[in-house]
């Protein structure tokens, strides 16, 4: 049989371009390796998620006094929390599979690549078998980069540990060391803090959260800093020594921290070797030092070879799961010559720490850097009732960015800025001007009015 679709990986680029495919009467065939869900849901999105929020809930018992309410010792149980995480995981995974078979995909549990190009299908091979299909959809994602620090690679594996290995720790650390103050590192460094590690961040910039908002990552630095984290800005590690971290300060100063687990989170990298496309003739996408770093696409999440689409982290441009499904649904209504187009204007971030912190569209720096002109409204979130009602001596602050009218950068540090950031999606990506978004109704009391109100 020739499919209609071939899609490799089954992240969540994948598994949603295979839904939307299949349910659109494409015959589709998705094969993965490992789990379906991919990195998001097997090791990354949803595991830390899970573990955050028992550590958020233990954060609220621990100082439950603060609303008046006494919880005598409360404690955290670890390893429940790992069996709990592992639970959710399972269960969402199940739930991917039933969405495949709902749409009728075929799923194969293995790695496949592209072999050769026939008269009107490509041929793939995974396992034994060989397989047809008329296009193909590359999602193979990213895996964390490795930097080529002394004595890091060595210790993959006992002390040194990415987020994959993180999520399966044989007991709590006392010490953690965090190679890379980015989302990662900080979501892992806010989760074993709450559950009473000592955890020390060293970050080669001068701020934490990377093209994060400057103000905000600051804030949300200082709140971590009060928690005891630990954090060296500016500083290069030059080498890893067993359970010890050597690094540079920016006046030059070498320095070292001690941890029974030191987790290396500096980065991905996008997946795009060994599946046949150099063969194919895909194009690669390359970084200013010419280095490969993704699979060339267009808007149409088309590749230089007609046939071979490519959404996701493969792409190594967003690298995030909701970027991912977005790029997916894309390439779908491309193969199904319905008109559409990958926008990247407003794909939010956001780091799920307590508090947390999320942001869309254009920041200051990004602003300044491509010099446009932005008006900034900020208000900080205790103007909201809702906030101070439920978040007792909690600070937090949104901003937003105007530029020519519209609205084109929000930015929020406070719970539950993961929420309240997809209206801020909506106004950016519909192009809303901020007369338009101060005449929208918000639920009261709610957090989401501080959007209104920051305007005011
Ligand atoms: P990242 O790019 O967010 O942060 C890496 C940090 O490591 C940067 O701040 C960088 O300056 C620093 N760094 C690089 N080399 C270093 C060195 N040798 N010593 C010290 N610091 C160094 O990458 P991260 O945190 O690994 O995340 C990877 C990807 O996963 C990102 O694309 C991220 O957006 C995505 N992700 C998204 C999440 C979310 O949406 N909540 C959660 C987790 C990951």
Known sequence: MTFDLAILGGGPAGYVAAGRAGAAGLSVILFEKNELGGVCL???????????????????????????????????????????????????????????????????????????????AYQLSAGEEYYEARQILVCTGSEAVIPPIPGLREGLG?????????????????????????????????????????????????????????????????????????????????????NTVVYETPEGEVCRAQGDCILVSVGRRARFTGIGLEEMGVELAVNAAGRPVGIKVDAQMRTSVPGIYAAGDVTGFSMLAHTASREGEVAVNTILEKADAMSYKAIPGVVYTNPEVAGV????????????????????????????????????????????????????????????????????????????LKTVVFPHPTVSEILKETLF
């Not at 008046?68 to 995974?93: I, M, N, Q, W, Y």
């Not at 060391?177 to 020390?200: K, Q, R, Y």
């Not at 093209?211 to 005891?228: T, V």
């Open 361 to 436: 569209g254009l920041t200051e720096a990004e602003a300044s850097a491509k010099g446009i002109a932005v008006t900034v409204h900020k208000l900080p979130m205790a103007f909201s009732g809702r906030f101070v009602a439920e978040n007792e001596r909690g600070e937090g602050l949104c901003k937003i960015l105007e530029a020519d009218g519209a609205v084109v950068g929000v930015h929020m540090l406070g719970n539950p800025s993961s929420e309240i950031i997809a209206a801020a999606c909506v106004a950016i990506e519909k192009g809303l001007t901020v007369e338009a």
């Open 158 to 242: 006992t002390t040194v540990v990415t987020n994959r290995e993180i999520l399966s720790l044989p007991q709590q650390p006392q010490r953690l060391v965090v190679i890379g103050g980015g989302v990662i590192g900080m979501e892992f460094a806010s989760f074993f803090n709450s559950i009473g590690t000592e955890v020390t961040v060293v970050e080669m910039l001068p701020k934490i959260l990377g093209p994060m908002d400057e103000e905000i990552s600051a804030m949300l630095q200082a709140q971590y800093a009060k928690k005891g984290v630990e954090f060296h800005l500016g500083c290069k590690v030059t080498a890893v020594e067993g």
């Open 42 to 120: 097997n090791e990354g999105c949803i595991p830390t998620k899970t573990l955050l929020y028992s550590a958020k809930v233990f954060d609220y018992a621990r100082h439950a006094d603060k609303y008046g309410v006494t919880v005598p010792e409360a404690s955290v149980d670890v390893s429940a929390v790992f069996k709990r995480k592992d639970k959710v995981v399972k269960k969402l995974v199940g739930g991917v599979r039933v969405q495949m078979r709902n749409a009728g995909v075929e799923v194969v549990r293995e790695a496949a690549s592209i072999v050769a190009k026939g008269a009107d």
